[in-house]
């Protein structure tokens, strides 16, 4: 149900689990999940609950930590999510005992980065990023990530348009990652290959940002019409 985004129906089954205790064995794992419906349901204060009764039961998984973080992000509650994740890196940041403790530090530092950004703190996003290409330098999210935060604010271009190609050569079909590029060969001048780029991206996700990209290319092109 969850993969076929029917999350309602699928926190009502996950709940009757938890409920009649079908899986002791695997609570904390039930709930991880029922805080996932219940969040994407937008049944916030139910999924903040569910995912701090996983962290409750298995306080050792930095997983289900990661999840309450998430779940008071989709919330918008910054604050909340910001300390999480903090809490998160300061308790298993330098554990290395598996690499699946390991994704999920990856992942805390991205959503880490967004967090600060939106509340307007550039440095810091920038900084956690960097942390994630130390120790993953090739990981496709942080470099268009990276990248596009340099090339909005016209720094570092050459070198972000060049992390932008490298996330688009490990993930040709994402619209976000041709739509940085796109973006970097505009600010270039670039303008046929922005344009290039930018449609690519729009055949995937017609979304605001990347039309008025693509809007802006075909300006340049001279192609007013498009």
Partial sequence: LLGNDEHARAAKVLQKISDDKLLPDRAALVQYFLADALAMDKEDTLAIHAAKRAVEIDPANPLYESRLAWVYYHASDLANARRSYEELLARNGDNFKNSAIREVIRDTRLALSNVALKQGHF???????????DE?????????????LWMERGIHLHRG???????VAAQPGNP?????LGWGYYQLGRYPD???????AAEKESSGVILD?????????GDGAK
């Fill in 123 to 133: 440095a810091a996003a920038v900084e956690t990023l960097e942390q994630v290409l």
């Fill in 136 to 148: 993953f330098p090739e990981d496709a999210g942080a470099l268009n990530d990276l990248g596009y």
């Fill in 161 to 167: 348009v060049s992390m932008a190609e490298r996330a």
């Fill in 176 to 180: 976000s990652f041709r739509d940085s």
């Fill in 194 to 200: 922005a344009a290039r780029q930018l449609s690519l």
């Fill in 213 to 221: 990209h693509l809007g802006d290319a075909y300006l340049k092109t």
